[in-house]
């Protein structure tokens, strides 16, 4: 069993619609939850970051972290064509700095 | 401030060839790690740097990749002999320091492919 799991998708929206995207994962030691975009043949980029369960919004983006069912979530409201990418959730322990990844989500928003 | 830069941007061997990657990261950062990332699925760790020390290289296949941060700045990762199952994007990142806090920012990868 991989210690975080993600839905490969494709998940395919249209324009404006609400992309919902989630991860689960098996190791109560994960103490950080993070979101990365990660466009075609470039490194991911840092969307998202959060420690304590709850809610965290910036801009049109929303995480979503349940630690008690393990679980975590982000929203993109307002998706845009530019939002196609590969979403990847990402974890740490609370030392070490060491990512842990899931496999990551296509996303594609039709026009 | 510039990012992550890495060379080369592709590379095609044949299986048992040797090849190396370059890292340069940004400027200050004191931690640099090596991730794997095989098509469709997320970056895995490989190694991770403090300085021109080791902190964690237990997922790195020791038999056939080598990587070395002589300096502390700049960093290489070697695979030899190459094997097909290493056909992969190879990502390095860094970050100001060890602290959970700190972000990793990634460069662009090196796409690898092993015939």
């Known amino acids: 069993q991989k210690e975080v799991e993600q839905d490969p998708g494709p998940l395919s929206v249209p324009e404006g619609a609400i992309v919902s995207l989630n991860c689960t994962y098996s190791?109560?030691?994960?103490?950080?939850f993070m979101w990365y975009r990660q466009y075609s043949r470039k490194g991911p980029e840092l969307l998202m970051y959060?420690?304590?369960?709850g809610n965290k919004e910036d801009g049109r983006f929303t995480a979503q972290v349940d630690k008690s069912s393990k679980y975590i979530s982000l929203f993109i409201r307002d998706s845009q064509p530019s939002d196609s990418a590969t979403y990847l959730c990402?974890?740490?322990?609370?030392?070490?700095?060491?990512?842990?990844f899931g496999g990551g989500t296509r996303v594609l928003v039709k026009p | 401030e510039a990012g992550v830069a890495q060379s080369p941007r592709y590379k095609i061997i044949e299986k048992r060839q040797s090849v190396a990657f370059w890292c340069n990261p940004i400027?200050?950062?004191?931690?640099l790690y090596w991730y794997q990332q095989i098509l469709g699925q997320g970056p895995k760790l490989l190694i991770q740097f403090q300085n021109n020390g080791v902190v964690d290289d237990s997922q790195l296949p020791k038999d056939r990749f080598s990587a070395e941060r002589l300096k502390g700045v700049d960093s290489t990762l070697k695979i030899q002999p190459a094997k097909l199952e290493d056909s992969a994007v190879y990502l390095c990142?860094?970050?100001?320091?060890?602290?959970?806090?700190?972000?990793?920012?990634f460069g662009p990868g090196t796409r690898l492919t092993v015939l």
């Open positions: 400027s200050g950062h004191a931690t």
């Open positions: 959060t420690y304590s369960s």
């Open positions: 190791n109560s030691a994960f103490q950080y």
């Open positions: 990402a974890m740490k322990r609370a030392a070490g700095n060491k990512l842990t």
């Open positions: 990142a860094s970050s100001a320091g060890l602290a959970e806090y700190n972000e990793q920012f």
